[in-house]
């Protein structure tokens, strides 16, 4: 499978399946068109190209296509059209524009990256993969991504769907990123790049699945040597969770709420409940849910308590909630606060 024959036979076949297949219509896909041009978005117009394919990259990074296309990427480039607005955002709003898509790091990373871009780069994303690794927030993937998306550099790189992809076709069943990344290098359509890696990484979203690859549909099929056992060939390390219980309390006074404004690591800049791992006393228990943070597994269990004076507290209007940004974990603890308040 490594020979020029079989290489040049698997570019091909790639490139006419993402012709027919492809998720093309990406708009991200399509940023620098212009607008009489097939593809093109009207809500992109002014949106520069290597930003917008930046912004969409590290949304996507833990977060679905259609989800980041639903929610995020449309709303968030509306607020922060550039980098120049990026390195000017307030990091309060910022982190609400990103409310719901957690891993907030990234979101503090896009203002480091601008910043660092007006310093270093006059105030543009560099075109070349060694530049751009030098940014905050930018790893092998995004900096190659960046590069082929936005640049049309004829670079290869692997995320996590190309790593299964290339341990498929190649019959590896624990490849190191070294060994996977010259495997990428080696099929690498130069003359096609851009195309060729949007095929890759739509061949293992839609295709070569991690649990029912579909290779009877798998344009790879002939040449792929893993298919009679496929899911032998992209085992991921299970992550270890540590379980932890963890209490929440919403403080009341007539319509306002008391949220804590979080400096630890884990929810930096970001609004919560209050939480403890011990019990609050003389608060109501208004349910549980289950959360996933990182590597915590974590059972909260929701409490409110009213007061009748305002004590020393520092209160925040029910009404002002929607302008602060909330962790995911404030956003259900909330669900459970509204539905005991209104039942
Ligand atoms: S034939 Fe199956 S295992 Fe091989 S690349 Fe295609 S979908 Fe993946």
Not at 1 to 27: F, V
Request: with cysteine; hydrophobic share 40%; aromatic share 12%.
């Amino acid at each position: 499978m490594k020979d020029k024959t079989s290489i040049i036979a698997l570019q091909n076949k790639l490139l006419s399946w993402y012709d027919k297949h492809g998720r093309k219509t990406l708009p991200w896909r399509n940023l620098g068109k212009n607008k009489n041009e097939l593809g093109f978005d009207e809500r992109l117009s002014g949106i520069n190209r290597a930003y917008g394919v930046y912004i969409s990259e590290i949304m996507l990074q833990q977060t679905q296509v259609s989800r980041v296309l639903r929610d995020f990427y449309f709303p968030f480039l509306e607020k922060f059209p550039s980098l120049k607005a990026l390195a000017r955002a307030d990091e309060s709003e910022l982190l609400k524009a990103w409310q719901g898509l957690g891993y907030y790091s990234r979101a503090r990373n896009l203002k480091l990256c601008a910043l660092q871009c007006e310093a270093e780069f006059k105030g543009i994303l560099p075109r070349k993969k060694d530049e751009l690794l030098r940014l905050k927030g930018i790893g092998s993937y995004t900096a190659g991504a960046i590069a082929c998306f936005a640049y049309d550099e004829a670079v290869s790189f692997v995320d996590g769907n190309i790593k299964r992809v290339l341990s498929r076709i190649f019959k590896l069943e624990q490849a190191s990123l070294k060994e996977l990344g010259n495997l990428a290098e080696l099929i690498l359509n130069k003359n096609n790049a851009f195309d060729h890696n949007q095929a890759l990484l739509d061949l293992g979203a839609l295709i070569c699945t991690p649990k029912i690859p579909k290779c009877g549909l798998c344009p790879l099929y002939e040449l792929c040597e893993g298919k009679f056992q496929p899911l032998n060939y992209s085992k991921s390390k299970k992550t270890k969770y540590e379980k932890l219980n963890l209490n929440a309390l919403f403080i009341t006074y007539e319509d306002k709420i008391v949220l804590e404004k979080s400096k630890t690591k884990l929810y930096k800049g970001l609004y919560n409940p209050i939480l403890a791992q011990t019990k609050p006393i003389n608060a109501l228990y208004i349910g549980s849910f289950k959360h996933s943070y990182t590597k915590y597994k974590l059972e909260i269990k929701v409490y409110i308590q009213r007061l009748k004076n305002k004590e020393d507290y520092e209160f925040i209007a029910l009404k002002e909630l929607e302008l602060l940004p909330l962790s995911n974990l404030c956003l259900k603890a909330l669900k459970l606060f509204n539905q005991a308040r209104f039942s």
